[in-house]
């Protein structure tokens, strides 16, 4: 996810005097004093990026297509260690030409540098979803675990059976709709349908307000987990999930501050865990067990595109981006 702490380099790269009036989008329907929109999940590759395209215009003064991809494509020939193990950035084409591909961790650093946050080991990059790392020792040890079925039980902990590698085409082959309802009292009512993600995905669902932060000097995208902590969802045995929320303020207009809701981002949780209100992991340092020698281990920070990752967004007050194939 996209970290709060962009805040302070889109301070210096971006021209932040004063928030822009929000452009909010017509509602599809009123009736009475319910205001209606219906609104569709977009595949995502990052944060606003579908394969290194923009998928939403986002409004001043944020840069209109701010954007970070999150995963790569997996590279059979990479190095097992050593800074030239990677997985290959996704490329605009990829979307069309590389759907069978697997996607694979990787390392993002214009994020890393508008976080100024410190790198993730090599030996993180160019991991397939189901070999990314989980805790799987009470000190917080991280693991790439066997599947579930490969052996004995009840040690070691296994995968889950349906935590298959995602090529780039299943990937993207999310889809879902919201539908907010605001009601004359200032309440609203949100509904969330998600399919074709993996069974048992666990995922989060992120607003990325346009606000400025307690003791920020400037506004920046801020996420925070939609409707409270916590905003989590599990899909079914078909890759299938629903969330609700009643809220206390319409999700579509600007609030009375100034600040707005962009838009919602749905977080594929690989490695099993969540992290409360906090959108990600933060850069602190972790202990894993080396892929290469099950006997030693590595300490290393865990950033954006290591375990968390982007599969899906909603627009809510931005506009899509339509694109000419």
């Not at 219906?38 to 606003?48: D, E, I, M, S, W």
């Not at 905003?231 to 009643?246: I, L, P």
């Not at 969540?274 to 080396?290: K, N, Q, R, S």
């Amino acid at each position: 996810m996209l970290s709060v702490n962009i805040k302070r380099k889109l301070s210096i790269h971006v021209p932040i005097i004063l928030l822009a009036a929000a452009t909010i989008l017509p509602a599809t329907s009123i009736a009475g004093d319910v205001r209606t929109w219906v609104k569709k999940l977009h595949p995502t590759t990052g944060f606003n990026t579908d394969c290194d395209t923009p998928v939403f215009s986002l409004p001043a003064p944020l840069p209109v297509d701010l954007r970070f991809d999150f995963i790569g494509l997996y590279n059979p020939d990479a190095p097992a260690q050593g800074e030239m193990r990677d997985a290959f950035t996704l490329q605009q084409g990829d979307c069309q030409t590389s759907l069978e591909s697997y996607v694979a961790t990787t390392t993002n650093f214009d994020l890393l540098a508008a976080l100024g946050a410190p790198a993730p080991d090599p030996r993180l990059r160019n991991l397939r979803t189901h070999e990314i790392p989980k805790i799987a020792s009470p000190d917080g040890t991280r693991f790439t675990l066997p599947p579930a079925g490969s052996v004995a039980p009840p040690f070691p902990p296994t995968n889950n059976a349906t935590n298959n590698p995602l090529t780039l085409g299943e990937y993207r082959g999310v889809k879902g709709r919201m539908v907010v309802k605001c009601y004359a009292d200032g309440t609203a009512h949100v509904r969330i349908r998600l399919r074709n993600y993996q069974p048992h995905e666990l995922l989060t669902i992120w607003a990325i307000w346009l606000a400025t932060p307690p003791g920020a000097a400037a506004p920046a995208p801020v996420p925070l987990p939609f409707g409270g902590v916590p905003n989590v969802v599990v899909a079914n045995e078909h890759g299938a999930a629903r969330f609700t929320r009643t809220l206390s303020y319409c999700p579509m207009d600007t609030q009375p501050n100034g600040e707005q809701l962009l838009l919602l981002d749905i977080a594929s949780h690989f490695d099993g865990n969540v992290y409360g209100a906090v959108p990600g992991t933060p850069p602190v340092e972790a202990t894993f067990v080396d892929p290469n020698d099950p006997s030693t281990t590595f300490t290393s920070p865990i950033s954006e595109g290591t375990v968390t990752l982007i599969r899906g967004a909603i627009p809510m007050t931005v506009h899509t981006v339509h694109h000419h194939q």
